[in-house]
């Protein structure tokens, strides 16, 4: 068969000379001894190179009463998702624990940082089945270590929610008549509000401690009539995106509003982009959709990367939105995990701040691996 015309030609074969033949033996019987050497040392080499089970230990489960979150099996996702390269604020004793990993391939234990290990159900706590009302209308109620399956509607004031699993969402309409007088605690627990299209717990009047929110379109909203909003020390992931919808999802939303206090949380909006090109919006959402944004303070937070989300923090302003300028919005000392292409978001770690706005302040955040992240304007 004749060689195609661009293929080099063969360099042709040389017999062995008689003296040549005399040595091939030796020199196959050295090379034959140098192999099994070679073999030894480099099978002694690999037993040497094992791990010492008692110098690295393998990673830990993430422990608590949180386990229905925290056993997500990997998807494809991970490879293409980046993880966490360090804490901001390190702990000699956190950090030797290895980071649990969801199907995002992010660390969703930093040492210093809310997560799986610190935040929702206390370990050791023992829960009861949940029999009271699912609408709460008795001023001062508290539900205390219950496991909950039913949606909570808040309709009095000072309702208490600790040490519970919530398999549903938890709300408080501050549309409604008489709002302004209902609040609600929701203290060491977890909310699981599954496939449920609506956030997992809402609308304002509300304080959100040490607690761990999953499932539903966002995990936390703050609605444009709220008296106040705090979330703090949480851990807000694993929003829940159908594949053929065209849902917008986001770790905190506000659509405008004001007394806004978002402190110490791990914030991821989770979810890739799904078939129909629809995801997440951000980490951190401030929207001038139904009122001017003003008086939010959001500081110390993690916010973890998603290159299916446009920007990690929308910082209140917009041209295109019916209030479109904040104003005495803080944003300082938060740190960005920089993800697969540097960025945090798709386009970029923050949009629609304005620095000139009154009030408006933006200093000391930061980017998880180092060096200063400034405002987009």
Known sequence: MTAPANTPPRAPEIPPSRSNRFWLPVVALAALAVLLVGGYVAMTRASDDKADPAASPAPQAAGGATTQANSVAPSASAAASASASASAKPSAKASSKAAAKTESGHEHYIAGWPGPRNTGVPAGTRLSTYTGPCTIQQAGTVIDAKSVNCDLTILAANVTIKRSKIKGLVVLDTDRPGSNKWSYTLVDSEVDAGTNP????????????????????????????????????????????????????????????????????????????NSVGEGCTGDLNLLPDFAVVADVIAEDNYLAANTGSSYCIYGGDSSTKPFPHANHVVIRNNVFERGTNGKCGMYGPVTGFNSAGSGNSWTGNRWSNGGSVPPEN
């Open 198 to 273: 609506h956030p997992a717990v809402s609308y304002g009047n509300m304080t959100i401690l040490r607690s761990n929110i999953h499932g539903g379109a966002t995990s936390a909203q703050c609605g444009e009539k709220a008296l106040t909003c705090t979330v703090q020390d949480s851990y807000l992931h694993g929003q829940y995106l159908p594949n053929d919808q065209p849902w917008h999802l986001g770790g905190f939303l506000s659509n405008g509003g004001h007394n806004i206090r978002i402190r110490h949380n791990y914030i991821l909006c989770e979810p890739p982009a």
